[in-house]
Protein backbone atom coordinates (compact mmCIF):
# COMPACT_ATOMS: atom_id res chain seq x y z
CA UNK A 1 0.00 0.00 0.00
CA UNK A 2 3.10 2.15 0.76
CA UNK A 3 4.80 1.29 -2.39
CA UNK A 4 1.41 2.49 -4.13
CA UNK A 5 0.78 5.50 -2.15
CA UNK A 6 4.86 5.80 -3.40
CA UNK A 7 4.10 5.62 -6.89
CA UNK A 8 1.00 7.90 -7.30
CA UNK A 9 3.38 11.03 -5.32
CA UNK A 10 5.95 10.15 -8.43
CA UNK A 11 3.33 10.27 -10.94
CA UNK A 12 2.06 12.77 -9.53
CA UNK A 13 5.20 15.08 -9.08
CA UNK A 14 6.02 14.04 -12.84
CA UNK A 15 2.62 14.83 -14.49
CA UNK A 16 3.32 18.35 -12.31
CA UNK A 17 6.51 18.73 -13.60
CA UNK A 18 5.45 18.09 -17.28
CA UNK A 19 2.37 20.54 -16.75
CA UNK A 20 4.69 23.10 -15.48
CA UNK A 21 7.43 22.62 -18.10
CA UNK A 22 4.48 23.02 -20.83
CA UNK A 23 3.14 26.26 -19.29
CA UNK A 24 6.76 27.70 -19.21
CA UNK A 25 7.14 26.77 -23.07
CA UNK A 26 3.74 28.11 -24.21
CA UNK A 27 4.24 31.12 -21.78
CA UNK A 28 8.00 31.24 -23.76
CA UNK A 29 6.23 30.55 -27.11
CA UNK A 30 3.66 33.60 -26.26
CA UNK A 31 6.75 35.99 -25.27
CA UNK A 32 8.19 35.69 -28.76
CA UNK A 33 4.91 35.64 -30.77
CA UNK A 34 4.12 39.03 -28.59
CA UNK A 35 7.84 40.19 -29.30
CA UNK A 36 7.50 39.61 -33.36
CA UNK A 37 4.17 40.99 -33.15
CA UNK A 38 5.44 44.51 -32.08
CA UNK A 39 9.03 44.48 -34.17
CA UNK A 40 6.68 43.83 -37.34
CA UNK A 41 4.20 47.09 -35.68
CA UNK A 42 7.39 48.87 -34.81
CA UNK A 43 8.79 48.31 -38.40
CA UNK A 44 5.77 49.05 -40.10
CA UNK A 45 5.22 52.33 -38.26
CA UNK A 46 8.70 53.14 -39.07
CA UNK A 47 8.55 52.52 -42.58
CA UNK A 48 5.42 54.79 -42.65
CA UNK A 49 6.85 57.52 -40.95
CA UNK A 50 10.01 57.30 -43.42
CA UNK A 51 8.20 57.37 -46.03
CA UNK A 52 6.50 60.40 -45.17
CA UNK A 53 9.15 62.13 -43.93
CA UNK A 54 11.14 61.46 -47.41
CA UNK A 55 8.29 62.92 -49.20
CA UNK A 56 8.17 66.28 -47.03
CA UNK A 57 11.95 66.49 -47.36
CA UNK A 58 11.39 66.21 -51.23
CA UNK A 59 8.55 69.37 -50.89
CA UNK A 60 10.84 71.52 -48.51
CA UNK A 61 13.66 71.11 -51.07
CA UNK A 62 11.50 71.73 -53.95
CA UNK A 63 10.50 74.82 -52.20
CA UNK A 64 13.32 76.31 -51.15
CA UNK A 65 12.89 75.44 -47.39
CA UNK A 66 15.87 76.57 -45.48
CA UNK A 67 18.35 74.28 -45.06
CA UNK A 68 18.77 73.99 -41.28
CA UNK A 69 14.60 72.51 -41.06
CA UNK A 70 15.71 70.19 -43.73
CA UNK A 71 18.58 69.10 -41.74
CA UNK A 72 16.60 68.82 -38.79
CA UNK A 73 13.88 66.43 -40.72
CA UNK A 74 16.79 64.47 -42.87
CA UNK A 75 18.17 63.52 -39.27
CA UNK A 76 15.01 62.47 -38.13
CA UNK A 77 14.58 60.56 -41.45
CA UNK A 78 17.94 58.99 -40.93
CA UNK A 79 17.52 58.06 -38.19
CA UNK A 80 14.20 55.65 -38.57
CA UNK A 81 15.86 54.04 -41.91
CA UNK A 82 19.09 53.21 -39.19
CA UNK A 83 16.28 51.74 -36.49
CA UNK A 84 14.20 49.94 -38.90
CA UNK A 85 17.64 48.20 -40.49
CA UNK A 86 18.48 47.35 -36.93
CA UNK A 87 15.60 45.34 -36.69
CA UNK A 88 15.10 43.74 -39.92
CA UNK A 89 18.35 44.34 -42.28
CA UNK A 90 16.92 42.02 -45.13
CA UNK A 91 13.82 44.00 -45.17
CA UNK A 92 13.15 44.75 -48.90
CA UNK A 93 11.55 48.19 -48.09
CA UNK A 94 15.21 49.48 -46.95
CA UNK A 95 16.52 50.24 -50.72
CA UNK A 96 12.76 51.33 -51.60
CA UNK A 97 13.24 53.91 -48.83
CA UNK A 98 16.79 55.17 -49.62
CA UNK A 99 16.29 54.89 -53.92
CA UNK A 100 13.23 57.36 -52.39
CA UNK A 101 15.35 59.17 -50.22
CA UNK A 102 17.90 59.83 -53.33
CA UNK A 103 15.15 61.11 -55.08
CA UNK A 104 14.10 63.50 -52.37
CA UNK A 105 17.76 64.90 -52.56
CA UNK A 106 17.58 65.44 -55.97
CA UNK A 107 14.11 67.84 -55.80
CA UNK A 108 14.68 71.45 -57.05
CA UNK A 109 11.81 74.12 -57.85
CA UNK A 110 11.23 72.65 -60.92
CA UNK A 111 10.24 69.20 -59.94
CA UNK A 112 7.52 70.65 -57.69
CA UNK A 113 5.53 72.06 -60.38
CA UNK A 114 2.75 73.15 -58.33
CA UNK A 115 0.45 73.87 -61.18
CA UNK A 116 -2.83 71.97 -60.00
CA UNK A 117 -5.02 72.08 -57.24
CA UNK A 118 -3.81 68.42 -56.39
CA UNK A 119 -0.20 69.19 -56.05
CA UNK A 120 -0.47 72.22 -53.89
CA UNK A 121 -2.29 70.00 -51.89
CA UNK A 122 -0.20 67.29 -51.79
CA UNK A 123 2.38 70.02 -51.21
CA UNK A 124 0.72 71.74 -48.33
CA UNK A 125 -0.01 68.12 -46.63
CA UNK A 126 3.77 67.33 -46.04
CA UNK A 127 4.82 70.76 -45.24
CA UNK A 128 2.16 70.50 -42.55
CA UNK A 129 3.53 66.69 -41.52
CA UNK A 130 7.28 68.41 -41.66
CA UNK A 131 5.60 70.74 -38.90
CA UNK A 132 4.20 67.84 -36.97
CA UNK A 133 7.07 66.11 -37.29
CA UNK A 134 9.01 69.39 -35.68
CA UNK A 135 6.52 69.63 -32.83
CA UNK A 136 7.01 65.94 -31.84
CA UNK A 137 11.23 66.43 -31.50
CA UNK A 138 9.98 69.26 -29.18
CA UNK A 139 7.96 66.93 -27.26
CA UNK A 140 10.67 64.56 -27.20
CA UNK A 141 13.58 66.76 -25.71
CA UNK A 142 15.29 66.73 -29.20
CA UNK A 143 14.81 69.60 -30.10
CA UNK A 144 13.88 73.42 -28.25
CA UNK A 145 10.46 74.65 -27.90
CA UNK A 146 12.10 78.17 -28.85
CA UNK A 147 13.40 76.48 -31.83
CA UNK A 148 10.55 74.32 -32.75
CA UNK A 149 8.13 77.62 -32.55
CA UNK A 150 10.67 79.64 -35.06
CA UNK A 151 10.86 76.69 -37.42
CA UNK A 152 6.79 76.32 -37.56
CA UNK A 153 6.87 79.78 -38.15
CA UNK A 154 8.75 79.41 -40.99
CA UNK A 155 7.31 76.23 -42.57
CA UNK A 156 3.91 77.96 -41.70
CA UNK A 157 4.86 80.95 -44.21
CA UNK A 158 6.24 78.58 -46.58
CA UNK A 159 3.15 76.72 -47.23
CA UNK A 160 1.01 80.45 -47.35
CA UNK A 161 3.53 81.22 -50.27
CA UNK A 162 3.39 78.27 -52.73
CA UNK A 163 -0.29 78.54 -52.45
CA UNK A 164 -0.68 81.86 -53.20
CA UNK A 165 1.86 81.94 -55.60
CA UNK A 166 0.45 79.16 -57.08
CA UNK A 167 -3.05 81.02 -57.52
CA UNK A 168 -0.92 83.87 -58.89
CA UNK A 169 0.80 82.20 -61.49
CA UNK A 170 -3.06 80.72 -62.56
CA UNK A 171 -4.31 83.57 -62.30
CA UNK A 172 -1.49 85.37 -64.86
CA UNK A 173 -1.99 82.70 -67.37
CA UNK A 174 -5.44 82.80 -67.56
CA UNK A 175 -4.72 86.93 -67.91
CA UNK A 176 -2.58 85.83 -70.92
CA UNK A 177 -5.57 84.08 -72.42
CA UNK A 178 -8.57 86.45 -71.46
CA UNK A 179 -9.94 84.01 -68.95
CA UNK A 180 -11.43 86.60 -66.31
CA UNK A 181 -13.47 84.72 -64.64
CA UNK A 182 -10.41 82.16 -64.06
CA UNK A 183 -7.89 85.13 -63.48
CA UNK A 184 -10.38 86.99 -60.55
CA UNK A 185 -10.90 83.53 -59.00
CA UNK A 186 -7.50 82.62 -58.85
CA UNK A 187 -5.91 86.12 -57.64
CA UNK A 188 -9.08 86.23 -54.83
CA UNK A 189 -7.93 82.89 -53.45
CA UNK A 190 -4.47 83.96 -53.65
CA UNK A 191 -5.30 87.61 -51.79
CA UNK A 192 -7.39 85.28 -49.28
CA UNK A 193 -4.53 82.91 -48.56
CA UNK A 194 -2.18 85.72 -48.11
CA UNK A 195 -4.45 87.74 -45.78
CA UNK A 196 -5.44 85.24 -43.36
CA UNK A 197 -1.79 84.07 -42.90
CA UNK A 198 -0.33 84.81 -39.09
CA UNK A 199 3.23 86.38 -40.05
CA UNK A 200 4.59 90.23 -40.34
CA UNK A 201 2.58 92.51 -42.84
CA UNK A 202 5.71 92.98 -44.47
CA UNK A 203 6.41 89.37 -45.47
CA UNK A 204 3.28 89.52 -47.92
CA UNK A 205 2.64 93.00 -48.81
CA UNK A 206 4.84 93.29 -52.03
CA UNK A 207 2.73 89.96 -53.02
CA UNK A 208 -0.37 91.66 -52.17
CA UNK A 209 0.44 94.70 -53.54
CA UNK A 210 0.73 93.07 -57.35
CA UNK A 211 -2.20 90.72 -56.55
CA UNK A 212 -4.26 93.76 -55.68
CA UNK A 213 -2.54 95.74 -58.64
CA UNK A 214 -3.50 93.11 -60.98
CA UNK A 215 -6.98 92.77 -59.77
CA UNK A 216 -8.16 96.15 -60.02
CA UNK A 217 -7.09 95.85 -63.64
CA UNK A 218 -9.81 93.34 -63.87
CA UNK A 219 -12.41 95.11 -60.98
CA UNK A 220 -11.62 98.61 -61.21
CA UNK A 221 -12.29 100.17 -57.94
CA UNK A 222 -14.96 102.53 -57.30
CA UNK A 223 -13.22 106.29 -57.20
CA UNK A 224 -13.63 107.62 -53.82
CA UNK A 225 -16.09 111.41 -53.76
CA UNK A 226 -13.95 114.43 -52.64
CA UNK A 227 -16.01 114.91 -49.50
CA UNK A 228 -19.89 115.14 -48.18
CA UNK A 229 -21.82 118.06 -49.21
CA UNK A 230 -20.98 120.15 -46.24
CA UNK A 231 -17.70 119.86 -46.70
CA UNK A 232 -17.85 121.05 -50.67
CA UNK A 233 -20.11 123.76 -49.49
CA UNK A 234 -17.37 124.76 -46.71
CA UNK A 235 -14.03 125.15 -49.37
CA UNK A 236 -16.49 126.81 -51.85
CA UNK A 237 -17.23 129.46 -49.53
CA UNK A 238 -13.62 129.75 -48.57
CA UNK A 239 -13.49 130.17 -51.92
Given at each position: ?????H???I?LI??????LLA??G?H??????????T??E????L??QA???????G?????????????RI?T??????????????????L??L?S??QN?D??????????????????SI????A??L?T???QN???????A?SY??E?H?L?V???ATA??T?G??S???????????H???AK?V????M?????K???L??????LD????R??R?D?T??D????YFK?
Amino acid sequence: MALMLHDNIIILIIIAVVGLLALIGSHIISLREQHARTQAERVKSLGQQAEHGINALGILRACSCKPEIIDRIETHVAGLISEMAALTPDNPLLSTLNSQKQNADRSTAAAAALNSDRAIKRASIFINYARELLTEMAQNKNLSPTLAKSYAQELHWLNVSIIATAHLTQGQKSLGIQDKPAALSHLKHAKAVLTRAMVPQQFKQERLTQIQTLLDSLEPRPQRSDGTLADNLEAYFKD
